[in-house]
């Protein structure tokens, strides 16, 4: 007996979807409607299944570059110069909403001077040997459970052990040594804690205003993690920041939403605008804050910290205070803000004459960021390690046991190790050399914090080939593939120096690791 078709009348499933026969013309309507719908959702599930097959293939030939490192070591200034460099534009458009960044950071740092000089009483006097303020300031804070991919004991019991000593280095580890701050012959400060509290008082109406600031860029999103910096953006937070200030301002009902080549032209933000008056009128205050002999002696006596982009803004106040600030180019370098999660970009890279879409990812270095960055391991193509060579005097901000440097070794260390990036193109940035030079001139002895540099010259040459040294085994150690490793001595802030290196960095890709792929 044959079997019945599926299409014939005595099909179940073809019963089963027949419309009853006392099916009414609305519901008949509707029924059709249903079908029709269904269908045009399942053509376009077709249509994207076969859209995403065709940027499969399109993307075999892409490049894929990641940008590792600790949190503050310059990844995102980095990746700020690969877009001056290959999409300028850019930066304009986005220009507007690094005001916010460039202010939040000035009221953070005046915020952080004013806590450390509370700290010791608004006062500095001639006692020696006085604790270091990086110890003080976070012994209290201090993490022992972060969960990131380099949670292991500090490199200074288990990987620079593991490392030896280098050219007869006396001590088997990189190891930081117990600190003490550096005297000076500085007298008490004129003025005193009066004069402090004065300013002080002050200030105070615009060091409220940081959690403002705060909560604009970062969402209203709490992280937990390290970085001084105490807040962290989402990746696209400038095009976000541009289009809350957009959602405030009137509009008719017919306006059109503004396109992608007019988002130059962006409404005040109140926030931003109240602020910069406070800063305006607070300018004089400012200044005499950071001038203030007691600020200068606890900078020489390292009793205050501050970082770079601290340092960069408070001495060029009077230009970021002036009425109708817009940040250079060079403010956006120095600006600060933390990574949440990774930040893909994309450029098109000219290669001999060939156009090469790279796809540029930034990532979050905190500890409790770390483990972000494994899905993107499987199929990246060339890694830029960046490690700060200036933070020798510094601990991280979620451990204060940890040296930057024995930390950034570590992290590094697993990176080479890592069994997915065994043939990945690799590329190391020993970076803020200018930082560097600069402590070294100041007399800071990096012996005094890294036990095995032993009596060698504080010079500069020294100090760098010493740290190159040591990133070098860890290279050599964790190299099965007989990879090549390019190392470059780099100050991100540089424009003209860190674009020529990038220059050398993307034909490095071409010629070796990507030659497989026929791109060159």
């Not at 609305?26 to 249903?34: D, I, K, P």
Request: hydrophobic letters at 35%; one cysteine or more; proline letters at 4%.
């Amino acid at each position: 007996m044959r079997s019945p078709s599926l299409y014939s009348q005595d099909d179940p499933i073809s019963a089963a979807l027949k419309p009853p026969s006392s099916e009414t013309e609305s519901e008949r309507a509707f029924r059709l409607e249903q079908e029709a719908e269904a269908k045009r959702v399942s053509e376009q599930i077709d249509e994207d299944l076969r859209e995403e097959r065709e940027r499969l293939k399109k993307r075999k030939g892409d490049v894929k570059l990641l940008l590792l490192g600790q949190a503050e070591s310059g990844k995102s200034t980095l990746q700020k110069q690969f877009q001056l460099m290959y999409k300028p534009h850019s930066i304009e458009q986005e220009r507007s909403s690094w005001t916010s960044v460039i202010y939040f950071n000035v009221v953070h740092s005046l915020k952080h001077i004013l806590n450390t000089l509370e700290a010791w009483d608004d006062s500095l006097d001639d006692e020696a040997d006085t604790p270091d303020m990086n110890s003080v300031a976070t012994s209290s804070r201090m993490k022992l459970n972060g969960n990131g991919i380099s949670d292991q004991p500090s490199p200074s019991t288990s990987l620079m052990e593991q490392n030896g000593s280098l050219n007869g280095s006396p001590g088997g580890s990189l190891a930081h040594s117990e600190m003490t701050a550096s005297t000076s012959n500085s007298g008490p400060s004129s003025g005193g804690p009066t004069q402090i509290a004065n300013l002080r008082r002050r200030l105070s109406p615009l060091i409220a205003t940081e959690a403002q600031l705060a909560d604009r860029l970062s969402g209203g999103i709490t992280v937990s993690g390290s970085g001084k910096g105490s807040v962290y953006v989402r990746s696209g937070w400038q095009a976000r920041t541009i289009d809350k200030i957009r959602s405030k301002r009137p509009t008719a009902a017919t306006e059109k939403k503004p396109r992608e080549s007019e988002s130059m032209d962006v409404p005040p933000d109140p926030l931003v605008q109240e602020i910069a008056q406070m800063l305006q009128a607070c300018e004089e205050d400012i200044q005499e804050l950071w001038s203030h002999p007691t600020v200068k002696g606890m900078l020489l006596k390292r009793r205050l910290k501050l970082d770079e982009w601290s340092e960069f803004f408070l001495k060029h106040i009077s230009r970021v205070a002036s009425p109708d600030y817009i940040p250079t180019t060079d403010d956006i370098l120095h600006a600060r803000i933390q990574t949440m999660g990774v930040a893909e970009h994309i450029f098109d890279v000219n290669i001999h004459g060939k156009l090469v879409t790279w796809h540029l990812y930034d990532v979050g270095g905190a500890r409790g960021q770390r483990h972000t960055w494994v899905p993107y391991f499987d199929d990246a193509n060339a890694i830029i390690f960046v490690a700060p060579v200036s933070a020798f005097d510094q601990y991280l901000e979620e451990d204060p046991r940890v040296n930057r440097i024995d930390d950034s070794l570590q992290l590094f260390t697993q990176v080479c190790s890592n069994a997915l990036l065994k043939s990945v193109h690799l590329v190391l940035f020993l970076n803020k050399t200018d930082l560097l030079r600069a402590k070294l001139d100041k007399g800071l002895k990096v012996r005094k914090y890294i036990t095995s540099f032993g009596e060698r010259s504080n010079d500069y040459e020294t100090v760098v080939q010493y740290f190159r040294a040591h990133f070098l085994q860890v290279h050599r150690r964790n190299n099965e593939n007989r990879r090549v490793l390019y190392t470059h001595f780099t100050s991100v802030v540089d424009t003209k120096a860190t674009q020529r290196i990038i220059g050398n960095v993307r034909d490095s890709i071409f010629r070796g690791y990507l030659q497989s792929a026929a791109l060159v």
